[in-house]
């Protein structure tokens, strides 16, 4: 639906302006044609981000792109997230509130009803930037063969100013087994039928639950990257990607051992197993460094160079170790300043 604030659309709160507080995306004659093709389904997870998930509503609704259904599964908030859900109610195809299984149990319950041709899930701090429903949609339709893309991302605080500009580059299959390539998961939309060819997010899984199905969808389908950034994720201390970041290691060796047969099949498969399992280690290590967990750290990087001696010739090595000494949060703080400070239009990183 075109929204308007004619219609009675929410009013933002005082003092927001801005994407996506004021105006919503503008429409032309030939943005018409593109509105009215594939339909899109959108899931949003959420618990207590009531600082947050406003913006997020926002982001989604004020797409301008008709032919939607937006669909949140809260899990029992406990602070003003279900007000805020209730404002924008007459403009969701769905929600509900109800204690769920964590994360991945609500992306899940979400996905399973959604009746969109292209679906999606954006977590409750992260936001959609204009136009990026038009662009998503013009890339399906003019590449029926693309079954799952993804676009550069923006990385902002919380309050929304940006730390910087991700630049993601071609997929290979080296960089999808490595565990360490960082699909920007609010740019990530995939067509339901994968969904209903490979199925749900493994609900055993908490924190790579979503790497484990871009892994599973590269065996049945065909990924794009399109060189265009198409929503912001945010980054803060409390942030589960960061916090839980040393439980990474063991998630991601169930999910390759899991798939390891797979990649059996593939060409080249013994290089492909010996970087996968070395980066595995490796980045875990890197994780216990960055905690102060030196003696772990270092066992685990022995490991991984005993899978590929070239691994550690990686600069984040130094900065994991600055990190254990100085404390991470402290590290990235100042690091975050110092990208504000010189200009976050200067800083674009490539992976």
């Known amino acids: 639906m075109i929204f308007t604030r004619e219609m009675g659309f929410p009013m933002p709160p005082n003092g927001k302006s801005g994407w996506p507080w004021t105006d919503p995306v503008s429409i032309t004659q030939d943005d018409l044609k593109i509105c009215s093709g594939l339909k899109i389904s959108i899931v949003t997870p959420s618990y207590n981000q009531g600082q947050f998930i406003e913006e997020t509503i926002r982001s989604v609704l004020l797409q301008n792109y008709d032919n939607f259904e937006y669909i949140i599964i809260d899990g029992k908030s406990t602070d003003n997230s279900l007000e805020i859900i209730q404002k924008y109610q007459n403009y969701l195809s769905y929600w509900v509130s109800e204690p769920d299984r964590g994360q991945t149990h609500a992306i899940n319950k979400g996905l399973a009803?959604?009746?969109?041709?292209?679906?999606?899930?954006?977590n409750?701090?992260?936001i959609y930037l204009p136009g990026t429903f038009k662009k998503i949609i013009n890339f399906f339709q003019n590449n029926p063969d693309i079954d799952?893309?993804?676009?550069?991302l923006v990385h902002i605080d919380k309050q929304s100013k940006v730390i910087d500009v991700m630049c993601c580059d071609m997929l290979d299959r080296n960089k999808m087994f490595s565990f360490h390539?960082?699909?920007?998961?609010?740019?990530?939309?995939?067509?339901?039928?994968?969904?209903?060819?490979?199925?749900?997010?493994?609900e055993s899984l908490h924190l790579n639950m979503d790497y484990d199905y871009w892994m599973r969808l590269s065996f049945e389908g065909k990924m794009a990257h399109i060189p265009q950034t198409l929503a912001c994720a945010r980054l803060y201390p409390e942030a589960k990607s960061q916090f839980f970041a040393q439980g990474y290691m063991h998630e991601n060796l169930g999910i390759l051992n899991k798939y390891k047969e797979k990649i059996k099949q593939l060409n080249d498969s013994d290089s492909l197993l010996s970087h996968a399992y070395a980066s595995v280690y490796y980045y875990?290590?890197?994780?216990?460094?960055?905690?102060?967990?030196?003696s772990l750290g270092l066992k685990n990087i022995q490991t991984a160079i005993g899978y590929k001696k070239s691994i550690i010739l990686d600069p984040v090595l130094f900065y994991s170790l600055i990190c254990g000494i100085f404390g991470e949060k402290r590290v990235n703080n100042l690091v975050c300043a110092i990208l504000r400070n010189i200009g976050h239009t200067s800083l674009i990183y490539h992976r």
Do not use: C, H, W
Request: charge should be negative; avoid cysteine; hydrophobic fraction near 40%.
């Open 124 to 126: 409750s701090d992260d």
């Open 181 to 202: 390539y960082y699909f920007p998961q609010a740019s990530v939309f995939f067509r339901k039928e994968m969904l209903e060819k490979i199925g749900l997010f493994d």
């Open 284 to 294: 875990g290590g890197l994780s216990y460094l960055r905690n102060g967990k030196f």
């Open 113 to 122: 009803i959604a009746t969109g041709d292209i679906v999606a899930y954006l």
């Open 148 to 152: 799952m893309l993804y676009g550069d």
